[in-house]
């Protein structure tokens, strides 16, 4: 039975994860000892199973793997540690025996640790017939992913096959071989893998494995999400990646790019809203994942940009337009100039663009300016 599990297990990695290499795999079953993970108050190895047993607080338990030549020694997972994974597949069959129905146990991966605190992203199931997905970082809270419903979840005594791929920035997580979310994550670089638990209920885990791999370069992937404000209300901005932009004026927030991939496998990611701090993000991808944006009021003293603009009526009926970008003191910008759906960057030094667009239906051109780190430029033009 053993066999069979770890024989599915890379089955099912080569179809979520295809043309990778696998090295340094993890597998505890729990037959003998509880492996690398060590000791623990309130997990313990019993009839083949990594068995917690909970004390009934609302609070979670969690446990680390920390075995192989080179573990870490003091709980801080670096690059060199048999214990330290960058890209991997972890996975685990985890026993619900009794509890409350909103009791969570799962997957755990750790990022690393801020002032002390680890920064942790948990995926975990329950009773009610519910995942969700949380982070910690610097000791908050956030909810990545709400507890939602999957009919991919077995509820009673019986198990469920979790599992967590990770490829750079970018997160797959399933239930029973049945991906459930792809999102990606920013600022996730390698850690420690392991096992949590709420102390509301009693669970076994089992057949615990951990796959290193290596995933392929693509050339594009695609990105799609929604944009939000403080509140969680949804916002029409220009979201720019890899030179791809679109409009998120759906009255959703939502948007969705096809972009090229760089020579680093990074995709970076900005958005641009009037009265809205400028948002940037660099994601390294190696697949098409969900990525929601968070957008917070600009400060009193953002920076602010200029463009001028001369216009030449042209014989096919569009318009020339051209000038200069530039910041408060006078100094030429590198931005995106967008008119009516023509678009340059002025990156040549002079912060010069020179565009050739067509009229809207109003005879107008909306000419825009957008820049790292400054306040987006808009204005109507009437030639």
Not at 14 to 30: H, Q, S
Not at 280 to 294: A, C, P
Not at 320 to 329: F, L
Request: charged share 20%.
């Amino acid at each position: 039975m053993k066999l069979e599990k770890i024989i599915k297990f890379f089955v099912v990695i080569f179809f979520i994860l295809p043309m990778t290499v696998f090295a340094d795999d993890v597998y505890e079953n729990f037959e003998r000892d509880s492996g690398g993970f060590g000791k623990n108050d309130y997990f313990t190895v019993s009839n083949g199973l990594y068995f917690f047993n909970g004390n009934g607080s609302e609070l979670s338990n969690f446990v680390f793997w920390n075995g192989g030549d080179n573990p870490s020694k003091d709980g801080s997972f670096q690059f060199g540690n048999s214990s330290y994974f960058y890209n991997f597949v972890i996975s685990t069959d985890v026993y619900w025996e009794k509890g409350d129905d909103n009791g969570a146990y799962g997957l755990l991966i750790e990022i690393q640790i801020n002032n002390s605190t680890y920064d942790l992203i948990g995926f975990y199931i329950n009773q009610k017939g519910c995942y969700g997905v949380k982070r910690f970082k610097e000791g908050k809270k956030e909810i990545i992913i709400p507890e939602t419903e999957s009919n991919h979840i077995i509820f009673g005594r019986y198990f469920n096959h979790l599992s967590i791929a990770k490829s750079g920035d970018g997160f797959q997580f399933s239930i029973n071989n049945a991906e459930v979310a792809k999102i990606a994550m920013p600022n996730c670089t390698g850690g420690g893998v392991g096992i949590l638990a709420n102390h509301q209920v009693n669970v076994g885990f089992d057949n615990f494995t951990v796959a290193e791999v290596y995933p392929s370069k693509r050339d594009r992937v695609s990105i799609k999400g929604s944009v939000i404000d403080e509140n969680t209300n949804p916002l029409c901005v220009m979201v720019l990646a890899n030179g791809q932009y679109m409009f998120s004026c759906d009255n959703l927030g939502k948007y969705e790019l096809d972009v090229p991939v760089d020579d680093f496998n990074e995709v970076t990611v900005f958005s641009f809203c009037d009265g809205l701090a400028p948002y940037k993000q660099i994601l390294e991808l190696y697949d098409d994942v969900n990525f929601d944006i968070k957008m917070i009021t600009a400060s009193p003293n953002s920076k602010t940009m200029s463009l001028t603009s001369v216009m030449n009526n042209l014989n096919n009926g569009k318009v020339q337009i051209k000038g200069t970008v530039t910041d408060e003191n006078g100094s030429p910008l590198c931005a995106m100039v967008l008119a009516n759906g023509q678009y340059m960057f002025s990156c040549h030094g002079y912060g010069n663009y020179e565009l050739e667009v067509p009229l809207d239906e109003r005879g107008e051109i909306t000419l825009f300016g957008f820049c790292d780190g400054i306040q987006p430029y808009k204005t109507i033009l009437k030639p």
